[in-house]
């Protein structure tokens, strides 16, 4: 069965530190891997996902992750935070040739950025 | 395209009242998923459509929920006899066949049961 661990509830950072945000997840066959965020009372809006070809990927407002499947992590970083960032963030997997496209989500990170 | 939207907001009712959630997809995208977030946790996958067939449903879909997309363009979900424990934001979201192309989301609708 699918996971998605995500360390730490809560993350705090000062504006203009390195933001990292944790995931790891269990799947028997690869998968692809996603990271939303969501502001208070609002949906999710995608950041950016991996699904083949480079394990890099960048996402918007200077977000990327890097996919490492020895680790199997997905972790989710920026290299100076804004106190935009200041938001829920999510990680999610779906299995690879699920034809349903149903997303497992991570339990969230919240991230809190000090002037 | 004005993305994903869902009516109402808010809603209040009183435990044992039906409630009905409306959600529109964007136009294009033939998928359309529901999911239910109570606060501090990730959401939860309820159920999902691919035009007017209901292909999935979770077992957190008690018989009590039901959902329809009729003519594959929106959809509902409807919550009977309303418990305090339906409290939660529900959010609709919608995407391309593929799971690669990720999800669009709708801004949600908070359930309060009191």
């Known amino acids: 069965a699918q996971s998605v661990t995500q360390l730490g509830s809560h993350v705090s950072v000062s504006e203009g530190a390195l933001v990292l945000l944790r995931c790891n997840y269990s799947?028997?066959?690869?998968?692809?891997l996603f990271w939303y965020v969501q502001y208070p009372n609002q949906g999710l809006q995608l950041l950016l996902k991996?699904?083949?070809?480079?394990?890099l990927v960048k996402g918007i407002n200077g977000f990327e992750a890097e996919f490492k499947k020895s680790e199997t992590s997905f972790h989710l970083t920026k290299p100076s935070a804004h106190m935009s960032d200041a938001a829920e963030y999510f990680c999610a997997v779906s299995l690879r040739g699920n034809q349903g496209g149903k997303l497992i989500f991570g339990q969230g990170t919240e991230l809190s950025v000090k002037p | 395209d004005t993305g994903v939207s869902q009516d109402p907001r808010h809603k209040i009712t009183k435990r044992g009242q039906n409630v009905t959630f409306r959600c529109d997809p964007i136009s294009e995208h033939n998928r359309l998923y529901w999911y239910r977030q109570t606060l501090g946790q990730g959401p939860e996958f309820l159920t999902y459509?691919?035009?007017?067939?209901?292909?999935?449903k979770s077992r957190l879909l008690s018989d009590r929920f039901s959902a329809e997309r009729p003519k594959g363009s929106f959809s509902t979900l409807e919550i009977q006899r309303t418990e305090q424990g339906d409290s939660a934001m529900y959010l609709c979201?919608?995407?391309?066949?593929?799971?690669?192309?990720?999800?669009?989301f709708g801004s949600g609708t908070r359930l309060t049961v009191v």
């Open positions: 799947s028997s066959v690869p998968p692809y």
């Open positions: 459509f691919q035009n007017e067939a209901q292909l999935e």
């Open positions: 979201a919608s995407s391309l066949t593929g799971v690669d192309y990720g999800y669009t």
């Open positions: 991996y699904t083949t070809g480079a394990t």
